[in-house]
């Protein structure tokens, strides 16, 4: 089988926390249909996401979040990928945040089958690589719900 060819990736992510960022944004969007984060910043020592929100969660959601992106981490679920042309995406995977130059083939990481979405980042090959989430600060500005998470 050729090569695809992709568009060059333009970031060096720490691959527990790129993983554990597709299990927060799924959960985000599964508990408070937000979208996946908008703006994000991952790295070893601490990541953020910002999500559109209306108002901030609860300190009593935010556990719940926590709780849950564990949850799936503690599946062991595998992390695996397919390559495929656009018109063979899936109809719930929203294209919308694509480059304007991205290529006709696009790379899709799945978590199991608890996410998928397309990405060119680097991630386990199971969640229970990640280690434990824990969301230590969240903050609220102008419809944008900020989350802090560190992986231990």
């Known amino acids: 089988m050729e090569e695809p060819f992709l568009n060059a990736?333009?970031?060096?992510?720490?691959?527990?926390?790129?993983?554990?960022?597709?299990?927060?944004?799924?959960?985000?969007?599964?508990?408070?249909?937000?979208?996946?984060?908008?703006?994000n910043h991952i790295e070893r020592k601490k990541s953020k996401c910002n999500y559109d929100m209306e108002?901030?969660?609860?300190?009593?959601?935010?556990?719940?979040?926590?709780?849950?992106?564990?949850?799936?981490?503690?599946?062991?679920?595998?992390?695996?990928?397919?390559?495929?042309?656009?018109?063979?995406?899936?109809?719930?995977?929203?294209?919308?945040?694509?480059?304007?130059?991205?290529?006709e083939t696009l790379r899709l990481v799945y978590v199991g089958d608890y996410d998928v979405c397309p990405c060119l980042g680097s991630h386990v090959l199971h969640t229970a690589e990640i280690g434990e989430f824990r969301i230590t600060s969240t903050s609220f500005n102008e419809g944008s719900f900020r989350i802090v998470f560190r992986l231990s």
């Open 55 to 103: 108002q901030p969660l609860t300190d009593e959601q935010v556990r719940q979040v926590e709780a849950k992106v564990n949850e799936v981490i503690a599946m062991d679920l595998p992390v695996t990928t397919k390559f495929v042309t656009r018109d063979q995406v899936p109809a719930e995977i929203d294209l919308s945040r694509l480059p304007g130059d991205a290529s």
């Open 9 to 39: 990736h333009n970031k060096d992510e720490f691959p527990p926390a790129h993983t554990a960022e597709h299990i927060l944004n799924r959960t985000m969007d599964n508990m408070f249909h937000c979208g996946r984060s908008r703006v």
